[in-house]
């Protein structure tokens, strides 16, 4: 299996039972975490798929949001620095290339609305039904790390247009992520 696979719960019985799966493989953990960053780093909305890569960024990855925070003259988060699951060096910073089916999933399980605000520019908005669901994820133990880290995401950087964010990946970490290869991953 290729990491360019991903799979629904639904479809997991066509993955052969010798073959090796993580959840990074598994579309609806991916899903989930998308639409728990809606609900808490841009409180039900986030306006422009660059920011919404930027703070998925930095709450996947604790230890590059540990040097922003110095930057920032904020106090660094404690705890895990463990990459959770990884991105790739794309044009405009760090990227997932299953963006786009995550995205569509979500918007066809109607948890989120996705409209076109400008020529360039989407807005994600969380609906009532994905509120609802993003509460029940919020309730479970194995979101409770994540969701402390998204919360002091938010409150650095949630008031950040995806542009100033996109620079200060930038700024901060030229070497680990401006100096590498299209694709490449970042680790």
Same mark, same amino acid.
């Given at each position: 299996m290729t990491k360019a696979n991903l799979f629904s719960q639904r479809n997991l019985g066509s993955v052969p039972a010798g073959e090796s799966l993580s959840a990074e493989d598994v579309l609806e953990y991916h899903a989930a975490r998308i639409l728990l960053l809606l609900a808490h780093?841009?409180?039900g909305t986030i306006d422009?798929?660059?920011?919404? +890569?930027?703070?998925?960024? $930095?709450?996947?990855?604790?230890?590059?949001? /540990?040097? @922003?925070?110095?930057?920032l003259g904020k106090t660094p988060p404690e705890g895990t620095q463990t990459v959770e699951?990884?991105?790739?060096?794309?044009?405009?910073g760090p990227w997932d290339h299953r963006y786009?089916?995550?995205?569509?999933?979500l918007?066809?399980?109607?948890?989120?609305?996705?409209?076109k605000e400008r +020529?360039?520019?989407?807005? $994600?908005?969380?609906?009532?039904?994905?509120? /609802?669901? @993003?509460?029940r994820l919020s309730d479970l133990p194995s979101f409770k790390d994540q969701i402390k880290r998204m919360k002091r995401v938010k409150a650095v950087l949630g008031q950040k247009n995806g542009e100033t964010l996109q620079n200060l990946v930038y700024t901060l970490f030229e070497?680990?992520?401006?100096r590498r290869e299209i694709g490449e991953t970042i680790s």
């Open positions: 780093v841009g409180d422009g798929l660059k920011k919404l +890569a930027k703070l998925d960024f $930095f709450v996947r990855y604790p230890a590059f949001f /540990a040097e @922003a925070c110095v930057f699951t990884h991105m790739v060096r794309h044009h405009y786009y089916h995550i995205l569509a999933y918007e066809s399980t109607q948890t989120i609305k996705v409209s +020529a360039r520019m989407y807005r $994600f908005e969380i609906t009532e039904n994905g509120l /609802a669901l @993003a509460q070497n680990e992520i401006g």
